[in-house]
């Protein structure tokens, strides 16, 4: 009965016979060739004819200008604090370089990306970035509106002309012109300029003689930008950044990131030099003022001196001039400081952007809970702008910090004008004391007095002239003393570029396996 059964199951057992397996196929091979044939044409079209992709790198250094000394830098290295700052310095670094504001700036300086040029192929449209036998120049690029995104499509005649067709208001304008004519269509200007006769023939010839370009509009395309960016961290321990764009044109690429680089350094000096900058406007306003008056001055002494032969003071008058100068002397910085209470308060009610803010010690105030909340205000945009950058909008820390330096603003604009009735108080004093002293001088002789008069504007002109003179300097130099916080490793160059697609052995290999 065992035996039986034993059969039973092995007549159950299917078995692969594998002969006639191989006849069916041998039978059918046909079907295998064309199937393999059609694959592997199909992956040639799409690696002939699909538009190329080509990445391009560059690398850029993130300085540390740290003031630590290296002792504190070892022993915060050793607790593990100073690789944390460092690491969130980079990091905040790398969102400003992905940032929608950077690609602006950048695609600001680069016209030919503003203005996409193509040719016309039977099967595909080529990007011809500073790659036609005819350079385009679009003239007066920021004014331009209506005839944004609108293509202009232009048909190549022959070596001397071209014609160029655009549909305005639903009608088609088409016009024959010569290169190097200045074409206006609305509020579009342009100039085609020839750059090799030869190629423009051969390209009619070979039937490549229909191009088109557009006025890209520059927010979607700084959003384009952004989004094309790859920003990446050498490594943990290092501050260098790897940066990278893929286009189909490995020169677009690398003269955008090229350009970007430069654009984010000079953007952060300019950062650093903005206070130095505005202090040395703010020093300028002021010694124009003073220039004038004491140009004036300086011609009035001279001339009330010749006229009246009179050298010396007298004992009295010389006592009522010291007095006087002395006064003076205390009234012009008490207007001084006034005058930067005025601007600084103004500054905190209109202006968005804390970074241009001028620091009291360029005026010689030296108010030690002023400067400690104006540190602490910077301190708190610094901040602010990091943890903006860094994070998304509904972050709770982006608010937390927005109060806080609102906090820091109210706590100044407060001190500031608690300052300023007390400066105010210390003006009226000093003109009274002035008001006094002017009866005693009204007694002298009118030579002596006019005298006295002329002299102590002179002086206390020409003071506070050297004084700003000295002011100004140290703003220069610590303009000048400022670096950038970066520098380019490696620029981008376009003859590295890898192609990233189509990749031509993958697309054989997954043809030929389907």
Do not use: C
């Given at each position: 009965m065992g035996d039986i059964e034993n059969y039973r199951q092995q007549d159950d057992v299917e078995v692969i016979d594998f002969r006639k397996i191989f006849f069916k196929i041998l039978a059918n091979w046909y079907w295998f060739v064309i199937f393999i044939f059609s694959s592997l044409m199909i992956a040639y079209y799409v690696n002939y004819y699909s538009s190329p992709l080509y990445k391009v790198e560059a690398s850029l250094l993130i300085k540390d200008n740290s003031e630590l000394g290296s002792g504190i830098n070892q022993i915060l290295t050793e607790m593990g604090a100073y690789n944390k700052l460092r690491k969130k310095k980079v990091q905040n670094e790398m969102a400003k370089l992905s940032s929608y504001s950077l690609?602006?700036?950048?695609?600001?300086?680069?016209?030919?990306?503003?203005?996409?040029?193509?040719?016309?192929?039977?099967?595909?449209?080529?990007?011809?970035?500073?790659?036609?036998?005819?350079?385009?120049?679009?003239?007066?690029?920021?004014?331009?509106?209506?005839?944004?995104?609108?293509?202009?499509?232009?048909?190549?005649?022959?070596?001397?002309?071209?014609?160029?067709?655009?549909?305005?208001?639903?009608?088609?304008?088409?016009?024959?012109?010569?290169?190097?004519?200045?074409?206006?269509?609305?509020?579009?200007?342009?100039?085609?300029?020839?750059k090799d006769g030869e190629a423009i023939q051969k390209n009619i010839e070979n039937n490549i003689n229909e191009y088109y370009f557009v006025v890209n509009d520059m927010n979607n395309l700084a959003k384009a930008y952004r989004d094309k960016l790859n920003v990446d961290q050498f490594d943990d321990k290092s501050s260098i950044l790897n940066l990278s764009i893929s286009e189909e044109s490995p020169t677009k690429a690398a003269d955008y990131l090229n350009s970007l680089m430069e654009t984010?350094?000079?953007?952060?000096?300019?950062?650093?030099?903005?206070?130095?900058?505005?202090?040395?406007?703010?020093?300028?306003?002021?010694?124009?003022?003073?220039?004038?008056?004491?140009?004036?001055?300086?011609?009035?002494?001279?001339?009330?001196?010749?006229?009246?032969?009179?050298?010396?003071?007298?004992?009295?008058?010389?006592?009522?001039?010291?007095?006087?100068?002395?006064?003076?002397?205390e009234k012009t910085q008490l207007e001084i400081k006034n005058q930067?209470?005025?601007?600084?308060?103004?500054?905190?009610?209109?202006?968005?952007?804390?970074?241009?803010?001028?620091?009291?010690?360029?005026?010689?105030?030296?108010?030690?809970?002023?400067?400690?909340?104006?540190?602490?205000?910077?301190?708190?945009?610094?901040?602010?702008?990091?943890?903006?950058?860094?994070?998304?909008?509904?972050?709770?820390?982006?608010?937390?910090a927005e109060n806080n330096l609102q906090k820091t603003r109210e706590a100044i604009i407060?001190?500031?004008?608690?300052?300023?009735?007390?400066?105010?108080?210390?003006?009226?004093?000093?003109?009274?004391?002035?008001?006094?002293?002017?009866?005693?001088?009204?007694?002298?002789?009118?030579?002596?007095?006019?005298?006295?008069?002329?002299?102590?504007?002179?002086?206390?002109?020409?003071?506070?002239?050297?004084?700003?003179?000295?002011?100004?300097?140290?703003?220069?130099?610590?303009?000048?003393?400022n670096v950038p916080e970066a520098e380019v490793v490696d620029y981008a160059i376009p003859q590295n570029a890898a192609k990233v697609k189509p990749k031509p052995t993958l697309n054989y290999l997954i043809a030929f396996t389907l």
């Open positions: 690609a602006y700036k950048t695609l600001l300086q680069l016209d030919d990306i503003r203005v996409s040029l193509f040719s016309v192929g039977r099967i595909r449209t080529v990007d011809r970035y500073k790659d036609a036998p005819f350079s385009l120049k679009v003239l007066d690029i920021d004014s331009i509106n209506e005839m944004v995104g609108k293509p202009v499509i232009i048909n190549l005649i022959d070596s001397l002309k071209f014609r160029y067709s655009i549909v305005i208001d639903g009608k088609s304008v088409r016009k024959v012109r010569s290169f190097g004519d200045t074409i206006k269509v609305k509020d579009l200007k342009f100039v085609l300029e020839k984010y350094i000079r953007t952060e000096l300019e950062k650093k030099n903005i206070r130095a900058t505005n202090a040395i406007k703010f020093i300028d306003s002021q010694l124009k003022g003073i220039s004038d008056s004491l140009a004036r001055i300086s011609d009035k002494l001279q001339k009330f001196r010749s006229a009246n032969k009179l050298v010396n003071l007298s004992l009295k008058g010389q006592n009522i001039y010291n007095k006087l100068y002395s006064l003076g002397q930067y209470y005025n601007y600084l308060l103004d500054y905190l009610n209109k202006k968005q952007d804390l970074n241009s803010i001028i620091s009291p010690s360029v005026v010689g105030i030296q108010d030690e809970a002023l400067s400690s909340l104006i540190n602490k205000l910077l301190n708190d945009f610094t901040e602010y702008q990091l943890i903006k950058y860094s994070s998304k909008k509904e972050n709770p820390t982006i608010k937390l407060e001190n500031l004008k608690n300052l300023k009735q007390s400066t105010e108080l210390q003006l009226k004093e000093v003109s009274k004391k002035i008001d006094e002293v002017n009866k005693e001088l009204a007694m002298l002789p009118y030579t002596e007095k006019e005298m006295v008069n002329i002299q102590r504007y002179y002086d206390l002109n020409n003071e506070i002239y050297t004084y700003l003179l000295e002011k100004r300097a140290e703003a220069g130099i610590a303009k000048a003393s």
